[in-house]
Antibody, heavy 115, light 111 residues
Framework: EVQLVASGGDLVQPGGSLRLSCATSGFTFSSYWMTWVRQAPGKGLEWVANMRQDGGEKNYVDSVKGRFTISRDNAKNSLYLQMNSLRAEDTAVYYC????????WGRGTPVTVSS | DIVMTQTPLSSPVTLGQPASISCRSSQSLVHSDGNTYLSWFQQRPGQPPRLLIYRISNRVSGVPDRFSGSGAGTDFTLKISRVEAEDVGVYYCMQAAQFPITFGQGTRLEI
């Protein structure tokens, strides 16, 4: 069974940093692009970033470029999102998903940016 | 960036009746590899999104056959042949033909 479990969400002050993790199982992690998607409270889905299997290509939505970094550890079947210089508008539930087309999603982890 | 526009944003439906959601993209979603990367997701209340259909019309294993997708180029449709109570939620289209990947605003299906 494919499983993705995101963790690391927390309450953080504006300008702060947070690192999200996504532990996966049930599939060959190293064979898939991986994706982060977020959803602000009461709002729709926003694609955040994705990363190629070998880490050689990373893509970001403009609003997080230069602040967020996606990474992965294929030996640990895990995906990460380092979030720096956090802003109130980054408040959302963050989901990790498998593949470019996000065919499997984990339960998200909530991030709140507030003073 | 490709803008995805869904209509309607809210759809009151009657159990057993059909429902239809439209999704229009600001550019063609035909990728250089010849595939059209348009997907549909369902998000039930309190749940993560679930992929229903990929590449316009391919239903994911386990998705009821009352769900179907169609369209081409820039105009796409998700149809539910007979709405059931479990179909309540928000439906999103998503394009993955070009980065950044973008979603439609979502359509709330209400009984």
């Amino acid at each position: 069974e494919v499983q993705l479990v995101a963790s690391g969400g927390d309450l953080v002050q504006p300008g702060g940093s947070l690192r999200l993790s996504c532990a996966t199982s049930g599939f060959t992690f190293s064979s898939y692009w991986m994706t982060w998607v977020r959803q602000a409270p009461g709002k729709g889905l926003e694609w955040v970033a994705n990363m190629r299997q070998d880490g050689g290509e990373k893509n970001y939505v403009d609003s997080v470029k230069g602040r967020f970094t996606i990474s992965r550890d294929n030996a640990k079947n895990s995906l990460y999102l380092q979030m720096n210089s956090l802003r109130a508008e980054d408040t959302a539930v963050y989901y990790c998903a498998r593949g470019i087309t996000s065919d499997y999603w984990g339960r998200g982890t909530p991030v709140t940016v507030s003073s | 960036d490709i803008v995805m526009t869904q209509t309607p944003l809210s759809s009151p439906v009657t159990l057993g009746q059909p429902a239809s959601i439209s999704c229009r993209s600001s550019q063609s979603l035909v990728h250089s590899d010849g595939n059209t990367y348009l997907s549909w997701f369902q998000q039930r209340p309190g749940q993560p999104p679930r992929l229903l259909i990929y590449r316009i019309s391919n239903r994911v294993s386990g998705v009821p056959d009352r769900f179907s997708g169609s369209g081409a180029g820039t105009d796409f449709t998700l149809k539910i042949s007979r709405v059931e109570a479990e179909d309540v939620g928000v439906y999103y289209c998503m394009q993955a033909a070009q980065f950044p990947i973008t979603f439609g605003q979502g359509t709330r299906l209400e009984i």
